[in-house]
């Protein structure tokens, strides 16, 4: 039995990941609306993760310059995220191909064949999110190259089910391409329970907000630094007939006011006032621009606080470098101690990541 430190292990564990994104670390840095920018995409991407820029509803020029500005504070990989149902998105997936992009993400839905086929095209590898086991196998098999799931413990848009069940469901049977997972991931420890269930990497949004490199707010990061993970509540839809995509984020009089809006709409549509169509447009329409308010403003009574679970162990302003050292040490302490020598283990422990070699020879 030949000895390999902790670290050689973790490197064991997240091989597949790291090779998928050209990283040292399978650490990415989930897209953040307004958060996820040029400055923090540059620092993850530096201090040895992937940053992915958050393209959201920036037109196709705005997407160009930033990709741009982001080339110029880093050499190193870094991805983009964009939105499904964006209205230009084939002009932003030219944009990601004129500027060479290496890896794009679609969020907010899953992209059609033909969305997968002009990523790849392009040269870039394709990533998408899987809800279910099955959908998984569907987006591989349509072209997805990696895929992220995401549990309900994550901040922003969500779905129903928590991490952990997801990663149980889904990590031990989908093999065929590497998955990240995202949700809830405040610490090293979790990491390595994600990887040794079969995660080629993971993603982690909330954690990051408060890095020294992030341009949120000072308001924003303050919230973040205050809350406990009871404050980053799903939003709640009071009436099926007037559905809302659930969105966690910290609790504020935005929040409150939201139900309150949404009760007064509904009564107006019941009373003939207004039309079902356009009290839902009325519905949706309400938190138009509240994540810029929040994160670029600072309006954090009104805007969107849009805040995972793990907030609870955001405790103070970091730079990136010292999070992702952070996460690592702990990652390295829990193999460790888990194999009971110090910093050091064996390599006869169950090696998932490296067991089939066409696994590292499939990136
Ligand atoms: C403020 C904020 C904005 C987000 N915006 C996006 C987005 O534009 N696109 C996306 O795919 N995910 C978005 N997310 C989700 C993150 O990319 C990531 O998957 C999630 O934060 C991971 O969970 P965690 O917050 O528990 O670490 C956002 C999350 C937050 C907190």
């Not at 064949?113 to 086991?133: E, V």
């Amino acid at each position: 039995m030949t000895e390999t430190t902790a670290r050689a292990r973790l490197d064991q564990l997240w091989a597949r990941g790291c090779a998928f994104l050209g990283t040292r670390t399978a650490v990415m840095g989930g897209a953040m609306s307004w958060v996820s920018e040029r400055h923090l995409v540059a620092a993850i991407s530096n201090a040895g993760g992937f940053g992915v820029l958050a393209c959201g509803s920036m037109p196709p020029d705005a997407l160009a310059a930033e990709i741009a500005a982001t080339k110029a504070l880093t050499d190193k990989p870094f991805g983009v995220n964009l939105i499904n149902m964006h209205p230009d998105l084939n002009r932003l997936l030219d944009v990601c191909r004129e500027q060479a992009v290496g890896h794009v993400v679609i969020a907010g839905g899953f992209p059609s064949s033909a969305t997968l086929a002009r990523i790849k095209d392009g040269g870039a590898k394709a990533m998408a999110f899987a809800p279910t086991l099955a959908s998984g196998r569907r987006m591989v098999k349509l072209g997805a190259d990696a895929l992220v799931i995401e549990g309900t413990e994550a901040g922003g848009h969500i779905g129903p089910v928590s991490t952990t069940v997801l990663a149980q469901e889904i990590l031990p049977d989908l093999r065929e391409a590497p998955v990240f997972v995202a949700g809830g991931i405040g610490r090293g420890e979790a990491i390595v329970a994600y990887l040794e269930l079969g995660a080629s990497g993971v993603q982690v949004g909330t954690r990051f907000v408060c890095a020294t490199e992030s341009i949120a707010h000072p308001n924003f990061k303050k919230s973040f630094i205050r809350a406990s993970a009871r404050d980053a509540q799903a939003s709640v839809q009071l009436d099926p007939r007037f559905p809302v995509i659930p969105v966690r984020a910290l609790a504020n009089a935005g929040s409150a006011a939201f139900l309150e809006f949404q009760r007064t709409v509904i009564a107006r549509v019941d009373g003939g006032e207004l039309t079902r169509d356009e009290g839902l447009l009325e519905i949706e329409h309400f938190w138009a621009g509240a994540l810029r308010r929040a994160v670029i403003d600072g309006d954090v009574e009104f805007g969107s606080l849009m805040a995972g679970q793990s907030v609870g162990l955001v405790t103070r302003e970091q730079p990136v470098a010292d999070i992702l050292a952070e996460l690592i040490a702990q990652a390295e302490t829990a193999l460790a101690g888990r194999h009971g020598v110090g910093a050091s283990l064996t390599s006869s422990v169950p090696d998932r990541a490296m067991a089939s070699p066409s696994v590292l020879g499939a990136v």
